[in-house]
C-alpha cells in the first residue's frame, strides 16, 4: 500500500459512521447495532507545487489502497536517529495505537518512512527500524484506507493547486471506555460544553398521526405516549486528553444504540428549603402556570452544588406545599436521602435529568491545529431502557 504523505493544509474532517437499526413504537424503541466500531472518513485538503501534484496523481494511477496518516492523533517527539529496535519518548496515553501498528516518521513530503511498533508503554514506543535521521519529526499512525472518490485539484495563481481528497479507513478499533458515572444502570454524561457562541438548540412536539376531510374539525392521535424532546449538543476540546476522551464516549455509545442520562444544565426547578442529609423530600417552588412539571408521577432530576458535586434521584411522588414568600411551592419524593445537607445558599441549580440517545450514526469532528476539535451532535430523549 502507499503512503500519503502530504500534510493536510489547516483542517482535517473526520466522519465516524455507525449502523443501528431503530425500531420504534408507541411506549419505547429497540435499537440494535450493526457495527461496533465506526467506520472513518478522512477529508483532506492540500495545498502543492506542481511536483508534489505530479507525484499524487502518480499516487493515484498506481496504489489500489493507501495507508492515510491519522493527522488529529500526530506527536511530535524529540530527535530520531536511525537504527533498529528506535524508542521514541512520546505519550501513547490519548493515541489509537498498538504493537504491531504501523506509523509513519514525517519531516515533509521528501522525507518520511514507514515503521512497524514492536512494543509500547504509555511513555514510549519501540519501533522495528528507522532508515533516516529526523530532527523535527512528527510520529503519526497509519490507517489501512481506500480513496473510492480520486483525487480532485483546482490550479489557483501562483503555480499553487488545491487538492482534496476523501480517504475511506475499513479497519477500525472500537474505543469504548466504561469508566464513566452511573445511574440507573446507564453511563452519565457530566459536561457538555458550547461550541464558542453557539447555542443549545431544543424541540419538544408530540409525533402526530392527523385525520382531515377538509371539511369537518381535524383530529389528531398522538403516535407514543410521550414527545419528542430533540436537542443538539456541541463540543470544543482544545487538549488532547480533552478529544481522546470525547473520542472514547463516541465509541461507547455506538451511534444510536446506547442511552445515557445528562441534565438539561437549566434552573429548571428552584429549592424552596435547606435540604436534610436524612430528607427524603424536596420543596422546590411551582413552576408559573402550572399545577405539576409537565412529566408523570416518576421522573429524575440532579441536584448540583456550588461546589460541583451532583446527585441524581428519582422522584416517585410530587405534592402541593406550603405558600413561602408568596409563592406557591411543591414537596418531592425522593427515592434516598442525599446523605449529607444541602443548603438553599450552596444550591446551584435542580435540573430534569432526562435519558437520552444520539439521534445519528454520522458524526463530523473537525480538527484544527490551533483551536481544537469540535463536533454537533443531534440528541433525543427516550424512555428508560
Avoid at 226 to 249: C, I, K, V, Y
Wanted: charge should be negative.
Amino acid at each position: 500500500m502507499q503512503i500519503w504523505p502530504f500534510k493536510p493544509r489547516d483542517e482535517v474532517a473526520e466522519t465516524l459512521r455507525w449502523n443501528t437499526d431503530v425500531f420504534r413504537a408507541k411506549a419505547g424503541e429497540q435499537r440494535i447495532a450493526l457495527r461496533t466500531a465506526p467506520r472513518r472518513e478522512f477529508s483532506l485538503d492540500h495545498l502543492m507545487n506542481d511536483q508534489e501534484y505530479a507525484a499524487a496523481r502518480a499516487m493515484m494511477r498506481e496504489a489500489e489502497s493507501f495507508l492515510v496518516p491519522d493527522w488529529p492523533q500526530s506527536t511530535r517527539p524529540a530527535a530520531i536517529s536511525a537504527g533498529t529496535s528506535v524508542v521514541i519518548a512520546m505519550d501513547t496515553t490519548t493515541i489509537d495505537l498498538l504493537a504491531d501498528d504501523q506509523v509513519m516518521i514525517w519531516q515533509g513530503v521528501y522525507q518520511f518512512e514507514s515503521a512497524t511498533v514492536t512494543s509500547l508503554t504509555d511513555t514510549e514506543i519501540t519501533v522495528d527500524q528507522v532508515d533516516g535521521n529526523y530532527g523535527q519529526p512528527r510520529v503519526v499512525p497509519l490507517r489501512a484506507a481506500l480513496c473510492p472518490e480520486g483525487l480532485s485539484a483546482e490550479r489557483q495563481a501562483g503555480g499553487i493547486i488545491r487538492a482534496s481528497v476523501d480517504m475511506n479507513v475499513y479497519e477500525n478499533r472500537d474505543l469504548a471506555d466504561t469508566a464513566f458515572d452511573q445511574y440507573r444502570g446507564h453511563d452519565v454524561l457530566p459536561t457538555c460544553p458550547v461550541i464558542a457562541s453557539g447555542s443549545f438548540s431544543e424541540s419538544t412536539a408530540w409525533p402526530l398521526s392527523d385525520f382531515d376531510n377538509d371539511v369537518g374539525i381535524p383530529r389528531y392521535i398522538r403516535q407514543r405516549v410521550s414527545p419528542d424532546n430533540a436537542f443538539r449538543m456541541r463540543w470544543h476540546e482544545f487538549t488532547r486528553p480533552g478529544a481522546w476522551a470525547l473520542r472514547q464516549w463516541l465509541h461507547s455509545r455506538r451511534g444510536r444504540q446506547k442511552v445515557f442520562w445528562m441534565s438539561s444544565w437549566g434552573k429548571d426547578l428552584e429549592l424552596a428549603a435547606d435540604i436534610g442529609s436524612l430528607d427524603t423530600t424536596v420543596r422546590v417552588y411551582a413552576l408559573p402556570g402550572i399545577t405539576g412539571v409537565g412529566r408523570s408521577s416518576a421522573f429524575d432530576i440532579e441536584i448540583k452544588a456550588t461546589g460541583g458535586t451532583r446527585y441524581y434521584r428519582q422522584v416517585s411522588g410530587l405534592a402541593v406545599g406550603p405558600t413561602i414568600n408568596g409563592r406557591a411551592t411543591l414537596d418531592l419524593t425522593i427515592d434516598s436521602a442525599l446523605g449529607t445537607n444541602q443548603l438553599l445558599v450552596d444550591t446551584d441549580r435542580i435540573s430534569f435529568l432526562r435519558c437520552a440517545r444520539f439521534n445519528s450514526d454520522t458524526f463530523e469532528m473537525n480538527h484544527q491545529a490551533a483551536a481544537g476539535v469540535t463536533l454537533s451532535v443531534p440528541c433525543i430523549e427516550v424512555e428508560i431502557p
